[in-house]
């Protein structure tokens, strides 16, 4: 068995990253996806309002009830009753990560639209009436996280990609530092609050202490992950092939491919619910991933981002 390690380590690889010959396909697009992480404002312009505009690119998706919310490059939407993405409030901002909490709060991260006056990272910002408005709650400017997550206990996780650095807070607004890694995605299990699930080029890597330290990625190579409940932890692969999580991340069964190619996004609602993000649309299912509808059709991004 492997030992865990934190701080510098394996997974804290100086740009560019290390790599050997025999890295699968796999890990390669994992490894592009990571380059990516070192984003900027700057890119596809923002859609004018009303229905049906196009997006480039989806960062990040959610529920309220049975409404679906869907977090892109050019700010939150809303499919219409065509599927049709419908933006959400007045702000056109780059929400690079973004989560729904279990008391139905927004929480999301990135950068401003284009032409704003603020600074170039968002930090972490609140909305508690579904995405209309949004409060700055901490480190504005200072901080684009590409991932974020909550434990049962309310407790934010936010992956700092800038830094490279796993960022964690009881309440939004003070922060602890923990391991440094290299990620593209992270989750954590609804019912253990100190165990966290990183994916990375060599395979998903695990914390059993709140992310203080890592054990190295290995196995299944996938690009996200989701845990909405405790018999319900998916991941998905560069290529948009499905698998089901066993032993708490330690073992993947694969389920279906996503249609619509690469994915972007990941949600996990519960045991049957999921909701993915491909290259032509969200897709969601309802019977664990073994079959999905489209929900809102989006357009792919030229730009990578």
């Given at each position: 068995?492997?030992?865990p ?5 394996a997974l804290?690889?100086?740009?560019p ?5 025999t890295?699968?396909a ?10 990516l ?5 700057s890119?596809?312009?923002a ?8 997006l ?5 998706l ?9 977090a ?9 009753a ?5 933006p ?6 780059d929400?690079?990560g ?7 709060a ?5 950068h401003p639209?284009?032409?704003g006056d ?6 972490l910002?609140?909305?508690?009436d ?16 590409h991932?974020?997550d909550t434990?049962?206990?309310s ?19 003070t ?24 994916t990375?080029e ?8 709140g992310g ?10 996938l ?8 018999d319900?932890l998916?991941?998905i692969d ?9 032993g708490?991340?330690t073992g993947?069964?694969r ?6 190619g ?10 049957r619910?999921?909701?993915v ?26 730009d990578?981002?």
């Open positions: 068995m492997k030992k390690f934190s701080g510098l380590s804290t690889l100086p740009l990253l290390r790599r050997t010959p890295l699968t796999a890990a390669t697009a994992v490894t592009m996806a990571l380059a992480t070192a984003c900027s404002s890119g596809d312009p859609p004018e309002g009303g229905s049906g505009a196009a480039s690119h989806i960062h990040g959610g529920v309220r009830g049975e409404t679906l919310y869907v892109t490059h050019q700010g939150l939407h809303t499919p219409d065509d599927g049709r993405p419908t959400v409030g007045d702000r056109r901002d929400f690079m973004f989560t729904v909490t279990a008391g139905g927004f929480l999301a991260s990135g639209a284009p032409g603020g600074p170039a990272d968002l930090g910002i609140a909305s508690t579904s995405g209309r408005t949004w409060q700055e709650k901490s480190l504005a400017g200072k901080v684009d996280f991932a974020l434990a049962a206990d407790t934010v996780y936010g992956y700092d990609s800038t830094n490279g650095l796993l960022r964690v807070s009881a309440d939004g607004v922060w602890g530092d923990r391991a440094t890694l290299r990620a593209v995605d992270i989750a954590v299990s609804p019912t253990a609050p100190g165990t966290v699930l990183a990375t060599t395979g998903v890597a695990r914390s059993t202490d203080r330290s890592f054990a190295p990625g290995a196995g299944r190579v690009a996200h992950v989701s845990w909405g409940a405790p319900a998916f991941g560069p290529n948009g092939v499905l698998f089901r999580g066993t708490g991340g993947w069964t389920v279906s491919t996503v249609p619509g690469g994915p972007q996004a990941l949600t996990v609602v519960d045991a619910r999921l909701l993000a491909t290259q032509d649309g969200v897709y969601e299912s309802r019977n664990a991933g073994l079959t999905f509808d489209r929900r809102m059709v989006v357009k792919s991004g030229n990578g981002h």
